[in-house]
T-cell receptor
Framework: AQKVTQTQTSISVMEKTTVTMDCVYETQDSSYFLFWYKQTASGEIVFLIR??????ENATVGHYSLNFQKPKSSIGLIITATQIEDSAVYFCAMRGQGGSAKLIFGEGTKLTVSS | EAAVTQSPRNKVAVTGGKVTLSCNQT?????MYWYRQDTGHGLRLIHYSYGAGSTEKGDIPDGYKASRPSQENFSLILELATPSQTSVYFCASGDALGVGTGQLYFGEGSKLTVL
């Protein structure tokens, strides 16, 4: 069975610093796909970034990047130069091999960015 | 921009009553999903669908039924609602992984209270 775990319940950082959020996963699939989503205070959930398990390069989009450590079944989200508006709940998610639509999420990490 | 709309946005039901949550997407996505969100549990997958006429059980399907009568519509049905089903429910749609990022687009959420 697949499982995604985020052990950090909440993180607080100062504006303009770098933060890393942890995520570990379990899967039997030989290839899989990892995602990070953000939920704002209004409840809106939006996609941030994706990592394919067969790619060695870490994905980067804007000031979001990933630290993919396949041997450790770990996919960390790194946010550089944090801004107040980055305050939100961040979810890690996993999807199995190409034909499967099933996407499961972790418990989420609440990020608070202060000035 | 992809659009997913849910109705009702807020619902108060009585124990033992029937509740139907509806979801409509105008993105022509094949895949649709129902999740519930509770504090400490993140987003948990209830049912999902690969297309019209298809429904699949997610990780917590007990007490819920799903219906996908068309590409655009996906409903979640609680035949006998219980207080433990009080939660916020999110619908999402998405395409196959080979199409774009394979990301999900979420609705605004439906808050259900069962008394």
């Amino acid at each position: 069975a697949q499982k995604v775990t985020q052990t950090q319940t909440s993180i607080s950082v100062m504006e303009k610093t770098t933060v890393t959020m942890d995520c570990v996963y379990e899967t039997q699939d030989s290839s899989y796909f990892l995602f990070w989503y953000k939920q704002t205070a209004s409840g809106e959930i939006v996609f941030l970034i994706r990592q394919d398990s067969y790619k060695k390069e870490n994905a980067t989009v804007g000031h979001y990047s990933l630290n993919f450590q396949k041997p450790k079944s770990s996919i960390g989200l790194i946010i550089t130069a944090t801004q107040i508006e980055d305050s939100a709940v961040y979810f890690c998610a996993m999807r199995g091999q190409g034909g499967s639509a099933k996407l499961i999420f972790g418990e989420g990490t609440k990020l608070t960015v202060s000035s | 921009e992809a659009a997913v709309t849910q109705s009702p946005r807020n619902k108060v039901a009585v124990t033992g009553g029937k509740v139907t949550l509806s979801c409509n997407q105008t993105n022509n996505h094949n895949n649709m999903y129902w999740y519930r969100q509770d504090t400490g549990h993140g987003l948990r997958l209830i049912h999902y669908s690969y297309g019209a006429g298809s429904t699949e059980k997610g990780d917590i399907p007990d007490g819920y039924k799903a219906s996908r009568p068309s590409q655009e519509n996906f409903s979640l049905i609680l035949e006998l609602a219980t207080p433990s089903q009080t939660s916020v429910y999110f619908c999402a749609s998405g395409d196959a992984l080979g199409v774009g990022t394979g990301q999900l687009y979420f609705g605004e959420g439906s808050k259900l209270t069962v008394l």
